[in-house]
């Protein structure tokens, strides 16, 4: 069965391909296309985020006793990036391709390091101490993601 890091990083590496697809488009000015590859993008990151908020995050708390410490960190990563999704919307909205591009070098950086922290740390503690339900959670977590990302 696969693991939670497996799939979560399978995910991060889709909504990674769709973030640079809007980014590419919208290199070109293709604005309509690159507004739909950010919509493909966001709806994705969105059901990552709430798989993991919803999901993930409240199993791990539950097992371990630990609130304050890495889901917090996660849950205000998420809060920041969203606002900076928002952000990078009304860019490209108004069809400004600088701060397109400053926003999306400033979401870009904040993703790699998120998912660094998860990939690393957070997703192999979760397979560990979530051993017994792992491949129920595993199940339950495809089913959230979004339909074109569940692996």
Avoid at 95 to 109: C, V
Avoid at 121 to 136: K, T, V
Wanted: proline share 3%; net charge negative; hydrophobic share 40%.
């Amino acid at each position: 069965m696969t693991s939670i890091a497996e799939l979560m990083t399978h995910d991060h590496r889709r909504c990674d391909h769709d973030f640079a697809r809007a980014e590419t488009l919208a290199h070109k000015k293709d604005w309509e296309a690159a507004a739909r590859a950010l919509d493909t993008f966001a709806t994705g990151l969105e059901a990552h985020f709430e798989a993991e908020e919803h999901e993930l995050f409240p199993r791990f708390e539950a097992v371990t006793g630990m609130t304050q410490g890495p889901t917090q960190v996660m849950r205000g990563e998420h809060a920041e990036m969203r606002a900076t999704l928002a952000q990078l919307r009304a860019a490209l909205a108004s069809r400004d391709l600088d701060e397109f591009s400053g926003e999306a070098e400033t979401l870009l950086i904040m993703m790699q390091q998120h998912n660094m922290k998860e990939e690393n740390i957070l997703y192999p503690m979760c397979d560990m101490r979530l051993g017994g339900e792992r491949d129920a959670l595993v199940q339950t977590l495809s089913c959230s993601l979004a339909p074109e990302h569940a692996a």
